[in-house]
């Protein structure tokens, strides 16, 4: 086999792999694992987690091997190593996570319709096998279910609404799965509604043949028989894309085809989107996902725990399922960075030590925002004057941000008082604070350093 096929083995070997290691490992660790070359002697491997190959060399190397083995017909060994851009690029991808994940996955991943998924643009963790029902999403889950078994013949648009982090991309992403693999001849196009609107711009600028442009977009997502389009609420105000997403709906839904929207809001809500729209998502069912209640957290942590490699005793499940109340992505993102840290620093996962690897302490004492800025300043090897100043330097940037960040969540003070103590507009500081906010969800590491800074901070 070529080298040039490099892409095509790694397939084949994730395939293998997929059947022999814990999903959520395989997921979290091996899917992102980016497929180098090999030679005589080795395969080689990029990652941008930091904990890969650690995590990876301990627990799954003779997987790895054998899976090679059974591909290339060759003894090699494995060398996973860490790239500091890809960690870049991993950190980068937080805001717009999902669908590059998607789409990373679908492109690399062995599946049985693997054409489907690549175009569908599915991440393979949604499944409704993986989805644990309590009652804050049972409406929304039976609803899911019956439109999975029957698209187009009942409940026609499905609008999921719902906060952050509360399964909504999950749920959505589930239908898709399933009537793959159950209805193959149809056809399931996922889309982001930012991707959506991007797409919609792009048709309409100038350059190129705006009509073959238009074509090809109205082709996308119009020849499909379910469109599952998620966050609807960010079209709102976008005028051009608000009319494409209406003639689409109508297009699609007279032809019996099936919609499924999600949104962090009803469809009234949502400023300033055209009443027609508002009555058309309004047509089919509209199913709420609430937060999720303490048995049913510990359950979704159980799940998480069955099929990971470390051990995570009931009193952890319990403890960290009663800390991250209303975030159901806080809560897996605690979880992982917990038995990673234990993995690869073999500590065992006692209260104490969760307590410290989350950066939890009981009695929060009273953190001034001078103390913040000064850890932060030794932390990252800068000055106070540099964190509060106004240098774009990417260090000094990204120090000031995570001071922001800290200072919000470590003192609870209101974000224009930390404009004022930083000397910026109050939305320059909650831009900040979402930024990392959202980048901790995705960035094990940056997880890391801020429980770090919150320790040594609490025991000042
Ligand atoms: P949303 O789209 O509502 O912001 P997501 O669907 O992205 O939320 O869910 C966030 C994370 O929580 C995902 O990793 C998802 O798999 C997980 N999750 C959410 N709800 C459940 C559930 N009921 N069972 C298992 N995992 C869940
Ligand atoms: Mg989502």
């Known amino acids: 086999?070529?080298?040039?096929?490099?892409?095509?083995?790694?397939?084949?070997?994730?395939?293998?792999?997929?059947?022999?290691?814990?999903?959520?490992?395989?997921?979290?660790?091996?899917?992102?694992?980016?497929?180098?070359?090999?030679?005589?002697?080795?395969?080689?491997?990029?990652?941008?987690?930091?904990?890969?190959?650690?995590?990876?060399?301990?627990?799954?190397?003779?997987?790895?091997?054998?899976?090679?083995?059974?591909?290339?017909?060759?003894?090699?060994?494995?060398?996973?190593?860490?790239?500091?851009?890809?960690?870049?690029?991993?950190?980068?991808?937080a805001g717009s996570r999902a669908k590059k994940e998607d789409t990373q996955q679908s492109q690399r991943y062995n599946y049985d319709s693997l054409t489907q998924m690549q175009s569908s643009n599915l991440n393979l963790k949604y499944k409704f096998e993986n989805f644990v029902v309590g009652s804050n999403n049972k409406l929304a889950f039976v609803a899911a279910k019956t439109v999975a078994e029957n698209p187009g013949k009942k409940y026609n648009p499905l609008y999921i609404y719902g906060g952050p982090g509360l399964g909504k991309t999950h749920i959505m992403q589930a239908i898709g799965h399933y009537i793959i693999k159950n209805k193959p001849e149809l056809k399931v196009q996922f889309v982001q509604a930012e991707e959506f609107v991007n797409d919609v711009v792009n048709a309409l600028a100038n350059g190129g043949d705006r009509v073959d442009k238009m074509n090809k977009f109205r082709n996308k997502y119009r020849k499909t028989d379910v469109l599952l389009i998620d966050d609807i609420q960010l079209i709102a105000g976008k005028t051009r894309t608000e009319e494409e997403v209406f003639n689409t709906f109508n297009t699609l839904?007279?032809?019996?085809?099936?919609?499924?929207?999600?949104?962090?809001?009803?469809?009234?809500?949502?400023?300033?989107i055209s009443d027609r729209l508002v009555s058309r998502f309004e047509w089919g069912l509209m199913a709420d996902i609430q937060v999720p209640d303490v048995e049913t957290r510990m359950a979704i942590l159980t799940n998480l725990a069955q099929s990971s490699e470390i051990k995570v005793p009931p009193n952890i499940i319990e403890f960290l399922a009663t800390v991250y109340s209303n975030n159901i992505r806080e809560l897996e993102g605690a979880f992982n960075r917990v038995t990673a840290y234990a993995s690869i620093n073999e500590v065992e996962l006692t209260l104490d030590n969760v307590k410290k690897i989350i950066g939890y302490t009981e009695n929060k004492k009273d953190?001034?925002?001078?103390?913040?800025?000064?850890?932060?300043?030794?932390?990252?090897?800068?000055?106070?004057?540099d964190i509060k100043g106004s240098s774009r330097s990417q260090k000094i940037a990204e120090a000031r941000q995570m001071a922001i960040y800290l200072s919000r969540d470590l003192t609870k003070q209101s974000f224009p008082s930390i404009g004022e103590y930083f000397d910026k507009k109050h939305t320059t500081i909650m831009y900040s604070y979402d930024k990392v906010k959202e980048e901790l969800t995705a960035n094990n590491i940056l997880a890391q350093v801020v429980s770090d800074i919150t320790n040594k901070l609490n025991k000042q």
Do not use: C
Request: overall charge negative; hydrophobic content about 40%.
């Open 1 to 93: 086999m070529s080298q040039e096929n490099i892409v095509e083995v790694w397939n084949e070997i994730l395939g293998i792999l997929e059947s022999e290691i814990p999903d959520s490992t395989f997921s979290t660790w091996i899917l992102p694992l980016e497929p180098q070359y090999y030679d005589e002697n080795s395969f080689v491997v990029h990652t941008g987690q930091a904990f890969a190959p650690g995590m990876l060399r301990k627990n799954h190397h003779g997987e790895i091997v054998d899976a090679i083995k059974k591909v290339t017909g060759k003894n090699l060994e494995i060398k996973i190593i860490f790239d500091e851009e890809l960690a870049k690029k991993f950190s980068k991808k």
């Open 253 to 272: 839904h007279s032809a019996g085809k099936q919609i499924v929207i999600t949104s962090d809001r009803t469809p009234k809500e949502i400023p300033s």
């Open 367 to 385: 953190i001034t925002f001078d103390a913040i800025v000064d850890e932060i300043a030794r932390y990252y090897n800068v000055s106070v004057k």
